[in-house]
């Protein structure tokens, strides 16, 4: 007989024995919390699940579910709450309404002996601004507090299921081959390599299960006899997906449900373990837990979340900060935005005010080994300042990543609100020096030219790519904002900020448009940094 899939039975069989031993270690047991605002009620045998609201105050145990949506262009089975049907779901929602993951996550949360489960698109009503903007403000709360996360690692959309639909196990394909005696036999094979240990496998790994005696009721992974780990072979959907990061990291517990085993992480746990307590893998998003619980790594913390939060892909730009919300709130006890008075604790538009200076030497990344010039959307400026690194959808990286975060010489800055007649715009004012420059044309980093100093060479990575047209509008003047201390690429400054101002415009009011690690003089320019003066300037 082949080895067969997981089955929900199973899966909750290999959670029920992970929790038991998860509880023994000091991670948090079956302890009543707060609930969240909503949440589907199992049901049981004689009635249907349905969403409830929760009184306020009202303590219980509940599950998380995290998963891809899926692409709102393809035809799949989807179930959400809107105004017009949320009466409707807190009478009943039909078990056979639901797509498969979500019905899935009710038969595992039942399983477990649990009357609720929270997923986000039945608990918070997806059509009404308001309830999805305070709802989703409550991310810390709603994944921190759960008693394990469900995550459907392998499915592309809700109704993938949390596990593979079929008997066999999705990464063996079968052979038929006769022995010396003619009898036919069935053979199963890896559909690729996986590591093995057990001195009786081949080098096409066919591995036969050997028989211990007095094991019967141990698998040889328990015994210790071979190791043979397909969660090396899983992929995960939701780590190419924005939202789904910050569920990862607060989460007290996950169990990944992925294509050929479950895996297991908690906040005991170095790294995660799999089904069969072999996995190898290397998991990087624990050092971000870390960073949460350890303020004394800021800014550099930030720096790695933002960078890998922004690789990852989302539907809608305008979730650029909401997706991250959760962690912000991880960060600091600073729950709520202080819109007008920006002090040491205030988060303003994914930038820490204390650490600004720190945290304005990012760059756009460009797609690799493309021969087109890439051009990256700009977020409109009511959405955020073209200082802060979330104005671009676009992956970000660091110049000062891993390095020394020394400050810029420019210490006497501050953030105020713009006003305008439709919205506020947070400004970052400085006591600074900016000196014009031109941009020659180039591929990938651009060359600049213009500027007074002694290297030979350097580089300008614009925001927006190096496709995009904000380098080269006739109706604006370019200018570099010195960042003198540091060592960025072992280059002895800490990068410029390149920026523009609108032509024969008297305020000094200036947008970013891009960074530049080096700068190159244009010959016969004598000017030395001592001689440009400092001015009071506004970026917007």
């Known amino acids: 007989m082949p080895p067969r899939s997981i089955t929900i039975g199973s899966s909750i069989t290999q959670i029920e024995a992970w929790l038991s031993k998860c509880d023994m270690h000091g991670c948090s047991k079956k302890t009543p919390v707060q609930l969240p605002t909503r949440l589907i009620d199992m049901g049981n045998a004689n009635m249907e699940p349905r969403l409830q609201t929760i009184k306020n105050g009202e303590l219980g145990t509940y599950t998380a579910l995290s998963h891809c949506w899926g692409d709102p262009a393809i035809s799949t089975k989807r179930l959400i709450s809107t105004r017009d049907n949320v009466a409707i779901h807190h009478h009943s929602i039909p078990l056979d309404t639901f797509p498969n993951t979500f019905r899935d996550a009710i038969m595992v949360t039942r399983g477990l002996g649990l009357r609720y489960v929270w997923i986000d698109s039945l608990c918070i009503i997806q059509d009404d601004t308001a309830d999805w903007e305070n709802e989703a403000g409550k991310m810390t709360s709603v994944y921190s507090n759960a008693y394990i996360t469900l995550a459907a690692a392998w499915g592309s959309h809700s109704d993938c299921g949390l596990i593979p639909r079929g008997e066999r196990h999705p990464l063996l394909k079968s052979i038929k081959a006769s022995d010396k005696e003619g009898n036919l036999h069935e053979i199963y094979l890896p559909l690729s390599r996986p590591r093995s240990t057990h001195p009786a496998s081949t080098e096409n790994n066919i591995v036969a299960e050997p028989k211990v005696s007095g094991s019967a009721s141990k698998s040889p992974y328990e015994n210790g006899l071979y190791s043979f780990c397909y969660s090396n072979e899983n992929t995960s959907m939701l780590e190419t997906r924005a939202w789904t990061l910050q569920e990862r990291v607060l989460s007290q517990r996950v169990v990944h449900f992925g294509y050929a085993e479950l895996e297991w992480e908690c906040r005991y746990h170095i790294q995660p373990i799999c089904h069969c307590g072999e996995l190898s893998r290397r998991d990087t998003l624990l050092k971000y837990r870390q960073l ?17 939060y922004t690789r990852r892909q989302m539907t809608y730009s305008k979730d650029r900060l909401p997706a991250l919300d959760g962690l912000t709130k991880a960060y600091t006890p600073h729950d709520k935005l202080i819109r007008r008075t920006f002090d040491s604790g205030s988060y303003i538009a994914g930038m820490w005010f204390s650490y600004i200076p720190q945290l304005l030497p990012w760059y756009t990344v460009e797609t ?49 609100l713009l006003r305008t007649p439709t919205y506020q715009l947070p400004a970052l004012v400085l006591l600074a020096s900016v000196m014009p420059i031109r941009i020659a044309n180039g591929q990938d980093a651009q060359p600049i030219h213009g500027l007074p100093f002694e290297d030979t060479s350097g580089f300008v990575w614009l925001d927006a790519g190096q496709g995009s047209k904000e380098s080269q509008d006739p109706n604006f003047d370019f200018f570099a904002l010195f960042m003198d201390k540091g060592d960025v690429f072992g280059r002895g400054n800490n990068g410029n900020l390149i920026l523009r101002k609108q032509r024969n415009e008297e305020d000094e009011i200036y947008s970013r448009i891009g960074y530049a690690s080096r700068l190159v003089c244009v010959s016969g320019d004598t000017r030395s940094r001592s001689d440009i003066e400092d001015k009071i300037i506004k970026i917007i």
């Open 292 to 308: 949460i619980r350890d303020g004394r790594n800021f800014p550099a913390g930030w720096q790695n979340i933002v960078s890998e």
């Open 368 to 416: 690799p080994n493309t021969h087109v010039p890439v051009t990256h959307d700009r977020m409109p400026q009511s959405y955020a300042p073209s200082w802060s690194w979330a104005s671009v959808l676009a992956p970000v990286q660091f110049a000062n990543r891993d390095k020394d975060l020394t400050v810029p010489s420019w210490t006497d800055f501050r953030v105020e």
